[in-house]
Nanobody, 126 residues
Framework: QVQLVESGGGLVQPGGSLRLSCAAS????????MGWYRQAPGKQRELVATVTSGGSTNYVDSVKGRFTMSRDNAKNTLYLQMNNLKPEDTAVYYC????????????????????WGQGTLVTVSS
């Protein structure tokens, strides 16, 4: 079974920075789009940023100019660099992958329409 594993969350003061990482537990053969979502306490999960296989990125207005998403295809890893963090950025951040095909051992590749990571908590507080 494949998993998306996030890391990099933690406690940071307002104005600080964090970098989140998301890696697939198995080798990725192809992927349509990846992105980051977040869910603050008592709120619905919202889109933060997405990137397509062609490299097109999209950010929610509230993080534009502060967050930067990037991919390392060789490592099958997605990153979210978060700068100038604000208390309202406090949330659990989830990695998402759409239309992803994973290599398997001694079997045919497996295609998933969508995968989610387990989430990593980001707390911005003084």
């Amino acid at each position: 079974q494949v998993q998306l594993v996030e890391s990099g969350g933690g406690l940071v003061q307002p104005g600080g920075s964090l970098r989140l990482s998301c890696a697939a537990s198995r080798r990725v053969l192809s992927i349509n789009a990846m992105g980051w979502y977040r869910q603050a306490p008592g709120k619905q999960r919202e889109l933060v940023a997405t990137v397509t296989s062609g490299g097109s990125t999209n950010y929610v207005d509230s993080v534009k100019g502060r967050f930067t998403m990037s991919r390392d295809n060789a490592k099958n890893t997605l990153y979210l660099q978060m700068n100038n963090l604000k208390p309202e950025d406090t949330a659990v951040y989830y990695c998402n992958a759409k239309d992803i095909t994973i290599a398997t051992i001694n079997a045919n590749p497996v295609r998933y329409l969508e995968l989610w990571g387990q989430g990593t908590l980001v707390t911005v507080s003084s």
